[in-house]
C-alpha cells in the first residue's frame, strides 16, 4: 500500500538554526500538507500545496516558514530561524480529492526539538 | 468557540463492550467530515469518512447530525488494539483539515 514518507524521523538544533524537513508523499497525489502537532495538543494546519504554489496557509504559516517542490517526488518544509516554540511534530500529507471528499493521508512525522 | 470539540474522555471499556462518544463543529458551512486515530506518538490514520446518511465499516459506525451540527462515533465488540485517540476532523470548501483535539479510548482485557 503507498504510503507517505519523512525525514529525518527526529531533528535536534539550536534556536535560530534553519532546518528543512522533507517529505516524499503518495506518487500519484496532487495535492501535499504540512500540520504540525505541539506535545499535548491538538494536530493544527500549516500550509496547503498544489500546482507548484500554495493555495492556503495559517496564521502559524509566517515569514519564517517556506515549502517548495524541488523535483517530481520530495515535498520540504523549511523554517529559516527556529524558535523555541517551533518544537513539535510535524506532519506531512497528501491527497487526490474526490468532490468534496478530500482523504489525506500522513507521514510517520518528524519530531522537532528547538535548544 | 472551538472549531471543533470532543470530549476528551478517557473513555474506559472492557473487551467486548460498545463505546460511543459525539464531536461538534462550530461551522454550519462544513463539508467534508472524518474520523482519524492516533496512536501515541504516531501520526494520524484515516479510520473512516462520516456521510451525511450515516456509514458503518466493520464494527465502526459514524453519523453526521447536519442541523445539529454533530458527528458521532460508535465502535461495537471492543478490542485491545482499539485503544486510541480519536480525533474528529471538519474541512470547508477549502482542503485544510480542522481537527478536534481527540477522545480517548482505552479497552481493557
Known amino acids: 500500500e503507498p504510503e507517505v514518507t519523512q525525514t529525518p524521523s527526529h531533528q535536534v538544533t539550536q534556536m535560530g538554526q534553519e532546518v528543512i524537513l522533507r517529505c516524499v508523499p503518495i506518487?500519484?497525489?496532487?495535492?501535499f500538507y504540512w500540520y504540525r502537532q505541539i506535545l499535548g495538543q491538538k494536530v493544527e494546519f500549516l500550509v496547503s500545496f498544489y500546482n507548484n504554489e500554495i493555495s492556503e496557509k495559517s496564521e502559524i504559516f509566517d515569514d519564517q516558514f517556506s515549502v517548495e517542490r524541488p523535483d517530481g517526488s520530495n515535498f520540504t518544509l523549511k523554517i529559516r530561524s527556529t524558535k523555541l516554540e517551533d518544537s513539535a511534530m510535524y506532519f506531512c500529507?497528501?491527497?487526490?480529492?474526490?468532490?468534496?471528499?478530500?482523504?489525506?493521508?500522513f507521514g510517520p512525522g518528524t519530531r522537532l526539538t528547538v535548544l | 468557540r472551538k472549531e471543533v470539540e470532543q470530549d476528551p474522555g478517557p473513555f474506559n471499556v472492557p473487551e467486548g463492550a460498545t463505546v460511543a462518544f459525539n464531536c461538534t463543529y462550530s461551522n454550519s458551512a462544513s463539508q467534508s467530515f472524518f474520523w482519524y486515530r492516533q496512536d501515541c506518538r504516531k501520526e494520524p490514520k484515516l479510520l473512516m469518512s462520516?456521510?451525511?446518511s450515516g456509514n458503518e465499516d466493520g464494527r465502526f459506525t459514524a453519523q453526521l447530525n447536519r442541523a445539529s451540527q454533530y458527528i458521532s462515533l460508535l465502535i461495537r465488540d471492543s478490542k485491545l488494539s482499539d485503544s486510541a485517540t480519536y480525533l474528529c476532523v471538519v474541512t470547508n470548501n477549502d482542503y485544510k483539515l480542522s481537527f478536534g483535539a481527540g477522545t480517548t479510548v482505552t479497552v481493557r482485557a
Open positions: 506518487s500519484n497525489h496532487l495535492y
Open positions: 462520516v456521510y451525511s
Open positions: 500529507a497528501s491527497s487526490e480529492p474526490r468532490g468534496n471528499y478530500n482523504e489525506q493521508f
